[in-house]
């Protein structure tokens, strides 16, 4: 399983136990958590000011769609990987060709797409 030792990865979960859940899979391999963030509004705020590596995004916030914080993670060249039970059809172009883990996942998944992610930025920089 990846090490990810001081990245920051920011957390945006709507339903309470799966928000902790990944909190805690993410802290078992390394990483700093921003949230989890249970509202859209919360985080895009969040989403602005933080110091973020890389982002964990449920496409639906009860009701709502995650568009407004992928605009501003985007904006930033923050990575992102979505978490949906619905398939990436909820993505919107041209976010619909980002990476999609479906719900749900497996721990060793989770942590593989985020060191993925690390490593592809850490590419481009």
């Known amino acids: ?3 990810l030792d001081g990245v920051c990865v920011m957390v ?7 928000g902790v859940m990944i ?11 921003a949230g989890p963030y249970r509202t859209v509004e919360t985080a ?5 000011d933080l110091p973020i590596d890389v982002a964990v995004l ?3 916030m009860a009701g709502e769609r995650i568009d407004p914080v992928v605009d501003v993670l985007t904006e930033r060249q923050v990575p992102q990987l979505f978490l949906t039970g619905y398939g990436g059809r909820l993505l919107t172009h041209p976010h619909n060709r980002r990476s999609v ?7 060793a998944d989770l942590i593989a797409r985020i060191a993925r992610a ?7 920089d």
Request: hydrophobic content about 50%; proline content about 7%.
């Open 12 to 18: 945006v979960e709507d339903e309470l136990l799966v």
């Open 23 to 33: 909190e805690q899979i993410l802290r078992g391999a390394g990483c700093r958590i």
């Open 44 to 48: 895009v705020a969040a989403a602005r």
């Open 118 to 124: 690390v490593q592809i930025r850490a590419h481009h």
């Open 101 to 107: 883990l479906p719900k749900p996942f497996r721990p």
């Open 58 to 60: 449920d496409v639906m």
């Open 1 to 3: 399983m990846a090490k």
